[in-house]
């Protein structure tokens, strides 16, 4: 199963910067998986997609919310997927998770059914 090790969180000021790094390892269950896609957890337990990027970073999608100031890019090499996050707001504090997707299509990032392979996150905090 693909194990994801998230890092990069932090307390930031708003308006500051934070990159985020998934690290997947391990070998796939199911290799008709054809992206990773970043979620957060909020004050509030409110559960949000963020941004998602096919296999060959060909394809990415974005929540309005981060739109135009988030960067989802990938470097397969490493086997890492990254997040990079400009003018920070106090609504992007969150428990930030990384995971396999099903399917990243134009406009669509589709949830593997049954996903439970969630790696331990790694917590963002924006405040003065």
């Known amino acids: 199963q693909l194990q994801f090790v998230e890092s990069g969180g932090g307390l930031v000021q708003p308006g500051g910067s934070l990159r985020l790094s998934c690290i997947a390892s391990g070998v796939p269950v199911d290799n008709d998986d054809d992206g990773i896609g970043w979620f957060r957890q909020t004050p509030g337990n409110k559960h949000e997609g963020v941004a998602c990027?096919?296999?060959?970073?060909?394809?990415?999608n974005y929540a309005d919310t981060v739109k135009g100031r988030f960067t989802i890019s990938r470097d397969n090499a490493k086997n890492t997927v990254y997040l990079q996050m400009n003018n920070l707001e106090s609504e992007d504090t969150a428990m930030y998770y990384c995971?396999?997707?099903?399917?990243?299509?134009?406009?669509?990032?589709?949830?593997?059914?049954?996903?439970?392979?969630w790696g331990q996150g790694t917590q963002v905090t924006v405040s003065s």
């Open positions: 990027i096919d296999n060959s970073g060909g394809t990415t």
């Open positions: 995971a396999q997707l099903r399917t990243v299509t134009p406009g669509r990032c589709g949830m593997i059914p049954g996903f439970n392979s």
